[in-house]
């Protein structure tokens, strides 16, 4: 690029109230995206960074923009700049230790097992999933394995369908692991692993904004909902809730961000632990959180 259509930072005159509000509208109408009155800084922040990259020095030119962008891949990068993508192999490991111990051994006897990640980034929760599931069941399991893993961003699910990872993310990982299900890079890709292509198999990454309108043909025995509600605002929340419990089979789990909390919320799940609800079998007598029937 030339020096002279370079835009710099102090090219880009700051966010107006108004602009903030359209951005702010935008994000709310379109995926859900709650931007409170003080978040004007990180906005600006995020987004001046993409007016960079498109060398657009207003504001108000970046949101014509991205409204005008017939194919809405400007959008999808509005809302990607907008969120936080950090995720980590066994994030909130808790989580996998009971899959492993609670909800698997009642699993194992099923011709399919399918589990729903509806908020995967880069890739690194589902492909958790698969490990923790083979770990207990074993890498005969692997055949009856279907995981969809779902993102509203398509640059994060081109990592993830990717599946390879710098060493550095598998530190923490036994010496076991690392040669059951990831290949060690060579060449270029020396300080990298890459998840096996067996185990890549498995799982099906596909765009989706939860703010959409979903359906699956059976219901899933579990859902993992991670730190995506954190943006949303207690209405959003409660409608996604309650969509997502309409797709998870009675005695199915949900499991949210520990971040998160369903607490005040409309919607027909029974906590369990922190972060973890199950969807009430009929006839399980359970009226609410620490009553039953006399």
């Known amino acids: 690029m030339s020096p002279e259509f370079e835009v710099k930072l102090e090219d880009i005159r700051p966010l107006t109230t108004h602009e903030f509000d359209q951005f702010r509208r935008l994000a709310y109408d379109t995926a859900g995206i709650s931007l409170q009155t003080g978040k004007e800084q990180l906005v600006s ?41 950090h995720t980590s192999f066994f994030r909130e490991a808790a989580h996998f230790e ?27 929760e589902p492909y958790s999933m698969v490990f923790s599931i083979l770990d207990e069941l074993g890498m005969e399991a692997l055949p009856r394995l279907n995981i969809l893993a779902t993102d509203i961003s398509t640059r994060v699910l081109a990592v993830a369908q990717r599946g390879a990872y710098t060493a550095e993310r598998f530190r923490d990982f036994p010496p076991q692991q690392l040669r059951r299900y ?32 979903f359906s699956h043909a059976t219901p899933f025995p579990v859902i993992f909902c991670r730190n995506v509600m954190i943006y949303f605002d207690r209405q959003t929340q409660e409608s996604l809730v309650n969509r997502l419990a309409n797709v998870l089979e009675p005695g199915g789990h949900l499991f949210i961000g520990h971040a998160e909390s369903l607490n005040g919320l409309k919607q027909p799940l029974q906590y ?21 029937r006399a």
């Open 45 to 85: 922040a995020r987004l001046s960074k993409k007016m960079r990259e498109l060398r657009i020095r207003s504001y108000e030119e970046y949101y014509r923009f991205v409204t005008r962008d017939t194919t809405g891949q400007a959008l999808i990068t509005l809302i990607d700049a907008l969120t936080t993508n």
């Open 182 to 213: 990831l290949l060690r890079g060579e060449g270029k890709w020396r300080d990298w692993y890459m998840v096996r292509k067996e185990i890549r198999a498995v799982v099906r990454f596909e765009r989706l904004n939860l703010m959409d309108q």
């Open 272 to 292: 369990v632990r922190p972060a973890i609800y199950i969807k009430p079998r009929p006839g399980s007598g359970i009226l609410s959180k620490g009553f039953s």
């Open 98 to 124: 009971f899959l492993r111990t609670n909800i698997l051994p009642a699993l194992r006897g099923r011709e399919r097992i399918s589990i729903w990640c509806a908020a995967s980034s880069t890739g690194e």
